[in-house]
């Protein structure tokens, strides 16, 4: 594959098509993950399209724990961890740049664009979006990973009711696991696997959740497209 499709309707699975057509209901609530809703040999080719084109243009985000935050504590159990990261990034919504570049050379800005790529997550969502909405890519390599947040975005009135994001997870053979957690009744007790190829996961935040570093192969790499959407 050269490029990717120009209507996310045609890179969706039997499956994905129900749920596009309103004829299989999935609901977020808060958090769900389906790996058959996207094409297999569609998901294998869009790894290998995203490690050629956008493979060279991610850079690195790398947020570590604060030396201060063991440091500066003078009380037990008075630990407060900001947000920690290491994975690499590239921003698909700039009016410029060589990822917004790769995004168009290859179609997946077009297809990110398309009706119905908005169409699906409104139906995963569950309610009405606006039209407007956020792009962006990650890859993640061996051991990268995401710490404990929560997506809340309390000073964006667009953002500080809850949103939704939609996230499309491509995996390469030298991934074996990373494990997404989050909360349930107020514990981080639920897991999934989400270096999974072609993997669809939808999440009505915000909520507590972060990800394991990521196994395998130095070769390992998992690409994660990601739209933010506000609730219309």
Do not use: C
């Not at 037990?76 to 990822?99: I, S």
């Amino acid at each position: 594959m050269d490029r990717f499709p120009a209507d996310f309707a045609d890179f969706l699975s039997p499956a994905g098509r129900r749920v596009l057509d309103g004829k299989l209901v999935l609901r977020a609530e808060p958090f769900l993950a389906r790996p058959d809703l996207i094409a297999p040999a569609k998901a294998k080719a869009a790894f290998a399209l995203l490690e050629r084109a956008l493979g060279p243009v991610v850079r690195p985000l790398d947020r570590a724990i604060p030396p201060e935050s063991i440091l500066n504590q003078t009380r037990n159990y008075q630990e407060r961890l900001p947000k920690t990261v290491r994975v690499r990034t590239a921003d698909l919504d700039g009016a410029r740049g060589k990822a917004r570049d790769a995004a168009r050379a290859t179609g997946l800005e077009t297809m990110l664009m398309s009706p119905s790529f908005r169409d699906f997550a409104t139906a995963l969502a569950g309610r009405k979006l606006t039209r407007g909405f956020g792009r962006q890519a990650l890859r993640y390599g061996p051991g990268d990973y995401s710490g404990p947040h929560t997506d809340h975005h309390p000073e964006d009135p667009g953002a500080k009711d809850g949103y939704f994001d939609l996230h499309l997870s491509f995996v390469g053979g030298g991934a074996t696991r990373q494990l997404l957690v989050y909360a349930k009744d107020g514990h981080l007790s639920e897991t999934v696997d989400v270096a999974v190829p072609g993997l669809v996961s939808a999440y009505r935040l915000p909520f507590w959740h972060y990800t394991t570093p990521l196994e395998g192969k130095p070769s390992a790499a998992r690409w994660l497209i990601l739209g933010t959407f506000y609730f219309a």
